[in-house]
């Protein structure tokens, strides 16, 4: 068997003003043909604007056993959400 | 079915108090609907499974394209042509979701093709039919694309993250395939006579063999069991044969057409048709390699790759000067 | 033009041209559907069959409106002879390995890119919208056949050989993309197109630059094989439409 061309992640921005959203995989050669075929692969039916192509093994990911220490934490920091204040109605939107 | 009769390597389904710690939090996250990622812990056998299912999902996509790939060149009008290149390359591309789904459990696509190419793996038993006329086309939009779609939709809510993803992504560029197929049919079976035969012989020669993609019943299956507890099979081939008789006969009725069975008739008790099996034998003939065209579709397979080695080879050999040249120039 | 019958012929028999050199070669890329080296290449190789197709619809069914006489894009892909078929005998060569069908495309898509770039200040404003279309489509088509041959042709030896090779037997057939007839002269006097011949020069040097990088040697054969855009075809083209065109000659008159 010979060299497999490695494999890409394909992040595609849908339309203008969006964050580049992982679609799926590929495999190619290098970073120009994996966006070739990026464009000729995952956006046969307009999906997109804009392409990114990650090498997979590129990707760092965070450990799933730490899945608690991670985002834990955050779970009782409420007050980073808007709707944990109180506004009096008479001051209006905010 | 795209994937039939998948071995689980279980001997029998254990309960909850039978598995080690580890198995059981497994266990009860696929019970609660959690998604399986690729790298938490699973079970060596849910990762050998879903290889084998994923893998043979895979390759009956690109097999796939090869009996509606011998119309593409013949397609009587020039927009039948460019509907059906762009079926047939969605199935491309479905090969290629799929591949990239099984990448994630530790084996490479490169690999999952040479097992296809050496008979060590499967691919779907329908897609050894020939397609004999312009009418196969439709019937294979409707049956066969029909039939894959009662096991697709739900398998959307497989329990393995990327697997699962990939099928979404799959039903929906699919909605357009039973369709196409339809319309053929539509249009054969409201044509001239020849069309008309043609479409009756069509629905004759893939009904029987559209019942067969469900696989054999499963309903005393270990297999079956251990993958439905592992929320990688969804229905059993029953209800699926079931479910995809009652939606085609009406379907049929419409066409004009008369389905090739003359027990089939309507039960009101249990809500549904009872219908004849097809010829079992038949199918694990198919499986083992005797089918119409087991020997072509491989055949073609295995040459496009070996033919190919040098293009693969020659653009990778050029992606490695270039990043030669790019460290030497930095 | 379309009101003077003499005018109109030549515009229609231009048409043809377009429109048939677009069927062929969407007809041949489909023909790899299913068949090619990598998934990642048959998706590809599917879309350009598609835009072919695609285009080949647009310039036939205005030929056949130019005509006159109610023929559409269908009757005119599947219910002509051989003979009066237009395209280039580039078209219709049979693929061969990657090597040749890419190089078949590679040498047809430089062409009309430069041809298409002239079209968008045609006279006719179908020709215009058509053409800037298109010339979307073919850009890409020419961009990518473009690096792919500069990646095979400088790969591995064996794609180097198999690259060469594909050049050297297709070579001849370009000179047609540049042959002058009276057709061709009857467009450009009216405005509606360009004389073929005026696009030599930038043709072989796109093409030229390509095949250096390609580290590829333009062969030296001063041999022309033309005759395709007045009908005079290769063997090849007739087993094509023997293919192509079976349902309609079985089934005459049936819709599908």
Known sequence: MSKEWPLWEVFIRGQHGLNHRHVGSLHAPDAEMALKNARDVYTRRKEGVSIWVVPSAQISASDPGDKDSLFEPSVDKVYRHPSFFKIPDEVGKM | MYAQMIKTDAAKVRDLSEMSAEERAFQERIDRGEKIEPTDWMPEGYRKTLI????????????????????????????????????????????????????????????LIELLHA?????????????????????????????AIMNQVPLQRTSYGPYSRAM???????????????????????????????????LDRFWYPSLMMFGPSDKDSVHSAQSMAWKIKINTN???????????VPQAEYLGLTVPDPDLKWNEDKGGYDFSEPDWNEFFEVLKGNGPCNEERLGARVKAWEDGAWVREGLMAHADKRSVAKVAAE | M?????????????????????????HRMSEWCGHAPVLE????????????????????????????RGRGEDDLAFLRDAWDFRNLLLAEQPNGDFGKTLMRHFLYDAHQVLLLEKLLSSRDERICEISEKTLKEVRYHAERSADLVVRLGDGTQE???????????????????????????????????????TLKEDWS???????????????????????????????????LLADMQFLQRAYPGAAW
């Open chain 2, 238 to 248: 029953d209800e699926l044969r079931q479910k995809f008789v009652d939606q085609t």
């Open chain 3, 2 to 26: 379309q009101n003077d019958p003499i005018a109109r012929d030549y515009l229609f028999e231009w048409l043809l041209r377009r429109g048939d050199s677009a069927l062929i070669m969407g």
């Open chain 3, 159 to 197: 794609s180097h050989q198999r690259m060469q090779a594909a050049l050297e037997s297709l070579w001849p057939y370009t000179s047609e993309f540049f042959e002058t007839d009276e057709t061709d002269r009857a467009m450009a006097e009216a405005g509606l197109a360009v004389l073929p011949e």
């Open chain 2, 52 to 111: 084998r299912q994923i893998g043979q999902h895979a390759h009956s996509e690109i097999v796939g394209q090869l009996p509606e790939g011998n119309w593409i060149t013949r397609a009587p009008t020039l927009e039948r042509k460019a509907i059906l290149l762009a079926k047939v390359q969605d199935e491309a591309g479905h090969g290629l979701y799929l591949y990239c789904a099984a990448e994630t459990l530790g084996v490479s696509r490169d690999e």
């Open chain 3, 205 to 239: 040097e796109m093409v030229g630059s390509v095949l250096d990088a390609a580290t590829l040697i333009v062969p030296k054969t001063g041999f022309a094989r033309t005759g395709g855009t007045t009908g005079r075809h290769s063997e090849h083209l007739g087993h």
């Open chain 3, 41 to 68: 290449e048959d998706i590809a190789l599917a879309n350009i069959a598609l835009d072919l197709i695609g285009q080949a619809r647009l310039w036939l069914s205005y030929a056949g409106a130019v005509e006159g």
């Open chain 2, 119 to 147: 008979g060590k793996m499967k691919y779907s038993s329908i897609f050894n039919y020939p397609t004999l006329t312009w009418a196969d086309i439709g019937a294979v939009g409707w049956l066969v694309d029909g039939a």
């Open chain 2, 168 to 202: 979404i992504r799959i039903c929906k560029e699919e909605s357009f395939h039973q369709r196409q197929g339809f319309d053929i049919m539509m249009k054969m079976a409201g044509g001239s006579e020849a069309q008309k035969r043609m479409a009756q012989d069509a």
